[in-house]
C-alpha cells in the first residue's frame, strides 16, 4: 500500500520534468530568468531597494521559475526569502502594503511552488530536501491535503515518525481519504507501540471504505501485534455478523482466536494443578495409613510376646529379647509417623492461603466454552469452504491435544484406579486421537509436501496402532 503513495509523488514530479522538453517552455523560462536577472540589479539600485514593491517583483519572478521551469531547485525558497525582505522593506516604510505582502506569503501559489520543488527533490532522491520543502507547502497551504500527504511520506520515509503523524492528522483533516494513506498512518502508531491509535486509525479508514478488506483485517493484526485478543474477537464477531457468516477467512481467524485463548486458559489450568499436585497430601496420608498398619501389628506382637512371657517362664529371656527387638521397630515406626503427620501438616499450612484452587471451576467453564466457540468456527468455516487448509489443520491439532488431555489423565492414575476406570478413559482418548485423522488427511491431500502434516500423521498412526492393542 505504501507503494502506492510514494508512485504518486514520483508521477507529479514526472510532469515537471516532462515540461523541460517543450520550446515555449524554454523560451518563457528564459523571460523568467531575465526578470530575475533584472529585479537583483534593481534591489542593488540604493533608491529601488528602499521599496518593497521592488523586491516583490524580485520574489514573483523567482516563484514563477519555481513553478514552471525547474531549472533552480531553490527557486521557491529565494521567492519566499525574497517576499520576507519585501515586508521587512515595508514594514520600514510605514507598512502600508505589509498586509498584501502577507497574504502573498500565505498564498496558494506560493505553497504550490514549494510543492513543485519538493517533488524535483523527491524525484532526485534528496529526501530530506524533499521534507522541507514539502513540509513548508503544507503550513501554508494548511488547507490542502495533497502537500500534508506528501509531508507525511517523505518524513515517514525519513524516519521522522512525528512530523509523518502531524502531516497524515492534517492530511485526513483536509479532507483526504486515501485508504492506504489510514493504513501507512497505523503502522507508524505500531511502530510506535501506540496500538490504541493504531486501531482507532484503521477502524475510520474501514467507517469511510466498508469494502477494504486490508484495513479491517489490518485492524484484527493489530490487536493481536498488541496481544489484545478479546478486542480482536469483538471486531471479529462483529465483521461474522455483517457479511452473515459467509466469509471463510473471518470465520476461521476468529476460531483461530478463540482456539489460542482457550489454550491460554487451560496452561493456566495446568499450572494450578501442578500447583496443587505438588502441595497434595494425598500420598503422604496413604504413607501414614500403612505406617499405622504396621503399628498396629507390632503393637499387637508385643501385647503377645508379654503374654508369652508370663505363661512360658522358661522362654522368658528369649522373649524378652524379641521384646526388645519389636519394641525399639515400633518406636523408630512411631517416629516415622510422626515425621509424615509433620509433613502433612507442613504442606497443608503452605496450602492455606492459597486460592488457586478457588479458581478452577470458574477457569475449567472458561476453557470448555471458549473451545466449544472456536469447534463451532472451525465446523462452519469448513461448511463454507472444506478446503480451507487452516481451518483442517488447527481443527485436527485440537481433536489430538483433547486425546493427550485425556490420556494424561490415564498416565497419572494409580493401579488400582486404572483398573477401576482406566480402561474406558483410554477407549475416550482412542476415539479422540481418531477424530483428529481426518482432517490431518485432508491436509495431506491440500499439501502434501507439508512436512509438519506429515510427522503428525506418523505420528498418529503409531499412536492408533497402540489404541487397536
Known sequence: MKKLILASI???????????????????????????????????????????????????????????????????????????KALEVEKAAGGKKAK????????KRLGDGFLQQGAAYYNSKNM???????GQSSKINDKDSTSAL???????SLGNNAAAIQSFKTYFANGGKDPAVFYSLAQIYKIEKKFPEAVEILKKGAEIHPNDKDLKNE????????????GAINDLEKMVAADGGKNSMNMSNLALLYDSKSQEINNDIQKIKDKLSKGSTDDLEKKLLSEKDKLSIY??????????????????AATKKRIAEVTSQKVAIEEGIAKINGEIESKKASMSGNSDAAKLPALEAKFKELKEKALSYYKRTLEIDPNNYDANFNLAVLYFNEAVETKRAVDAMDMKTFQAEGKAIE????????????????????????????????????ILEQCKK
Open 128 to 134: 530530506v530536501m524533499a521534507g522541507k520543502f514539502f
Open 150 to 156: 506528501y509531508a507525511g511520506i517523505v518524513d515517514q
Open 219 to 230: 485492524i484484527i493484526n493489530t490487536y493481536i501485534s498488541s496481544n489484545n485478543i478479546e
Open 100 to 107: 498584501e505582502i502577507e497574504e502573498i506569503l500565505k498564498s
Open 427 to 462: 477407549t475416550k482418548a482412542c476415539e479422540q486421537f481418531n477424530t483428529s485423522k481426518p482432517y490431518f488427511d485432508k491436509c495431506k491431500s491440500l499439501k502434501s509436501d507439508d512436512e509438519a502434516v506429515s510427522e503428525n500423521l506418523k505420528n498418529l498412526e503409531r
Open 10 to 84: 514520483v508521477g507529479f514530479a514526472s510532469l515537471n520534468a516532462s515540461a523541460q522538453a517543450d520550446p515555449m517552455k524554454e523560451l518563457m523560462c528564459k523571460g523568467y530568468t531575465d526578470a530575475i536577472d533584472k529585479g537583483i540589479k534593481n534591489t542593488q539600485n540604493p533608491k529601488q531597494s528602499g521599496k518593497s514593491a521592488t523586491w516583490v517583483k524580485l520574489g514573483d519572478a523567482y516563484l514563477d521559475l519555481g513553478l514552471s521551469c525547474g531549472t533552480d531547485s531553490s527557486a521557491t525558497q529565494k521567492a519566499y526569502d525574497t517576499y520576507l
Open 299 to 316: 503393637e499387637g506382637e508385643i501385647v503377645t510376646l508379654t503374654a508369652k512371657m508370663k505363661k512360658e517362664p522358661k522362654t522368658a
